[in-house]
């Protein structure tokens, strides 16, 4: 079974729910999808070999913005 497990956090400092996570596991057999709005850090990690997992965002690649978590 093709799968992910998914979470996002939200990193908008002032936000009531700022530092909280959501998370979920994902398959290609049941659909489901996990909305990450701007303002959330964003990550996955797949579960099984061979997983492609494919994005809708709302803007173009900016390396620049690109940064980890520790």
């Known amino acids: 079974m093709l799968s992910v497990v998914d979470v996002a ?5 002032g936000s009531p729910s700022y530092d909280h996570s959501a998370g979920a ?3 290609a057999e049941g659909g489901e999808e ?3 709005p701007q303002g959330f ?10 997983t ?3 994005y809708k ?4 690649y900016d ?5 980890g978590i520790v």
């Open 9 to 13: 956090v939200d990193v908008r400092k």
């Open 25 to 27: 596991r994902l398959t």
């Open 52 to 54: 492609c997992v494919a």
């Open 63 to 67: 390396r620049t913005s690109e940064v």
């Open 34 to 36: 996990l909305f990450a």
């Open 57 to 60: 965002v709302d803007a173009l």
């Open 41 to 50: 850090a964003h990550g996955f990690c797949t579960l099984a070999p061979e």
